[in-house]
Nanobody
Framework: QVQLVESGGGSVQAGGSLRLSCAAS????????IGWFRQAPGKEREGVAA????????YYVASVSGRFFISQDNAKNTVYLQMNSLKPEDTAMYYC????????????????????????WGQGTQVSVSS
């Protein structure tokens, strides 16, 4: 079992920044990929960013590329999502998710946004951006 706990959410004005954290515990060494997802009321869960633990390869959805940055601190078993230049449309509940099984890079590169790819999920942290 892997436990994930998100933190760092809050309310900010447009243009502001937040840094989300995803702390992993349990069999965290079995995690090969961490993804950040978000879900706004009435909308489907959307992939935002992901990182491959072994290679540090990163992936972003187009709407956040250049504004959000994902990183990991292996010593702390924590993955961060630095969010800059926040917009009201970034308002959502943000979740981190862990995938344990390794897949060919080409497969993950095209499938990282799919929630069903992940084995474990955190409870989420709310991000609200006002105009």
């Amino acid at each position: 079992q892997v436990q994930l706990v998100e933190s760092g959410g809050g309310s900010v004005q447009a243009g502001g920044s937040l840094r989300l954290s995803c702390a992993a515990s349990g069999y965290s060494n079995s995690v090969n990929y961490i993804g950040w997802f978000r879900q706004a009321p009435g909308k489907e869960r959307e992939g935002v960013a992901a990182i491959e633990s072994g290679t540090y390869s990163t992936y972003y959805v187009a709407s956040v590329s250049g504004r959000f940055f994902i990183s990991q601190d292996n010593a702390k078993n924590t993955v961060y999502l630095q969010m800059n230049s926040l917009k009201p449309e970034d308002t959502a509940m943000y979740y981190c998710a862990a995938k344990t099984s390794r897949v060919p890079r080409e497969d993950y590169r095209t499938r990282w946004l799919i929630p069903g790819q992940y084995d474990y999920w955190g409870q989420g942290t709310q991000v609200s951006v006002s105009s």
